[in-house]
């Protein structure tokens, strides 16, 4: 089945220890967004991919990078994590940005722990 | 810039009883709004949204610009829709907010 896949599923981490973390789709999707969801809280947008195209929230911290090396692959690098970035993170793709085209598929999400 | 609220944290309907989801947002111009939805141990994934116009498992939802709401419906709810549901904005398909969220428990 196409679909989103984020690994690792849980990751731990010490503060300050840079942490990567992978999404891969096999939709073909043009877009790729990482959101971050703290408990009980609204997935946020941190930022989007438009093929290689990279648009950054304007409130998205520094801390948080992205690369996206290919079509399949788009990586989230939290530089030095802080206790505040304990957070569940979701990757999502969508053919396109145009109505129609920008239904976002969600993966499963990684659960970071920040130690 | 833009928000989108959810005032009820929790809502528990009876079975069979009709049940109505609260959106509202702001922005002034002409967002896209959706409804996604969390089933337990499921993704994230898309009910429905205003531009498609259509009913997704019994439910419906319209966008009132003069209200800036976009409330979810459906006149007769099953347990089966027992789910955390999320109003969202994008603005020409970007800058998408997702509200806080409203679980939906629906009682046998």
């Known amino acids: 089945d196409a679909m989103v896949i984020q690994n690792p599923r849980y990751q731990v981490t010490q503060f300050g220890k840079p942490v990567t973390l992978s999404c891969s789709q096999t939709l073909n999707h043009n877009v790729m967004y990482w959101y971050q969801q703290k408990s009980s809280q609204a997935p946020k947008l941190l930022f989007h991919y438009y093929d290689k195209d990279f648009n950054n929230e304007a409130d998205t911290p520094d801390n948080f990078q992205s690369r996206r090396p290919n079509t399949s692959f788009c990586f989230l690098d939290i530089r030095s994590p802080g206790l505040g970035d304990a957070a569940m993170y979701l990757c999502?793709?969508?053919?396109?940005?145009?109505?129609?085209?920008?239904?976002?598929?969600f993966g499963p999400g990684t659960r970071l722990t920040v130690l | 810039a833009q928000r989108v609220t959810q005032p009820e944290k929790l809502l528990s309907v009876f079975k069979g009883a009709p049940v109505e989801l609260k959106c509202n947002y702001s922005y002034s111009g002409s967002p896209e709004l959706f409804w996604y939805v969390q089933y337990s141990r499921q993704r994230l994934q898309l009910l429905l949204r205003h531009i498609s116009r259509e009913s997704i498992k019994g439910f419906t939802a319209d966008l009132n610009k003069g209200e800036t709401s976009f409330h979810l419906k459906k006149p007769f709810a099953q347990e089966e829709d027992s789910a955390m549901y999320y109003c969202?904005?994008?603005?020409?398909?970007?800058?998408?907010?997702f509200g806080p969220g409203t679980r939906l428990s629906v009682l046998p």
């Open positions: 969202a904005l994008s603005v020409r398909g970007q800058n998408f907010v």
């Open positions: 999502a793709t969508s053919r396109g940005l145009a109505a129609s085209y920008n239904e976002q598929f």
